[in-house]
């Protein structure tokens, strides 16, 4: 069974959803040693900007790319489709929950959904047949989101965690 079947990206969903709700609900409430708000430098909201539309480059307009590129393949239409369906919940689940509970939400949210993306790609990876030019692309896209990662951990995950116990 593949990380691109349906069961189980309904259940990554679900289950990142659940823990992203109890994340702002612990924020919130400062039940959870992280911050409401992300405490970003002007720096570093300046590096964000630039990588967000790094991303939409990178994690939508290229995927979108290789899917209208994979026409005829079977199991090529059905994992781009996955990632970019995930890729979909995940901008939706960020917008909704960053305005309904806490803005800092977008950090395990994205962390979450990065390493199942990552997931996504690694586990594509062995059953797509790609040109040339196409596993270019892929791999461009997987070198993102690996960037993407590290950038998490780095830079956004020690910006919103406050170092100090549960409160009880």
Do not use: C
């Not at 990554?12 to 609900?25: K, N, P, Q, R």
């Not at 939508?60 to 005829?72: E, H, S």
Request: glycine share 6%; net charge positive; hydrophobic share 60%.
């Amino acid at each position: 069974m593949t990380v691109n079947n349906g069961l189980i990206v309904a259940l990554f969903i679900l289950f990142t959803t659940s823990l992203a709700v109890g994340y702002g609900f612990g924020v919130k409430t400062q039940r959870l040693p992280f911050t409401a708000n992300i405490g970003f430098s002007e720096q570093q909201w300046q590096f964000l900007r630039w990588w967000v539309k790094l991303a939409l480059i990178a994690g939508v307009l290229l995927p979108i790319y290789l899917f209208v590129q994979a026409r005829g393949q079977a199991y090529s239409l059905i994992f781009w489709e996955s990632y970019l369906l995930v890729v979909a919940v995940q901008l939706i689940s960020e917008l909704v929950f960053s305005r309904w509970l806490v803005p800092s939400i977008v950090v395990p949210i994205g962390f979450f959904y990065t390493i199942f993306r990552l997931w996504q790609l690694l586990d594509g990876f062995t059953h797509l047949s790609l040109s040339s030019l196409a596993l270019v692309s892929f791999v461009g896209v997987v070198l993102f989101w690996t960037a993407n990662l590290a950038m998490l951990i780095m830079l956004a995950i020690p910006t919103i965690y406050q170092r100090q116990r549960f409160q009880e």
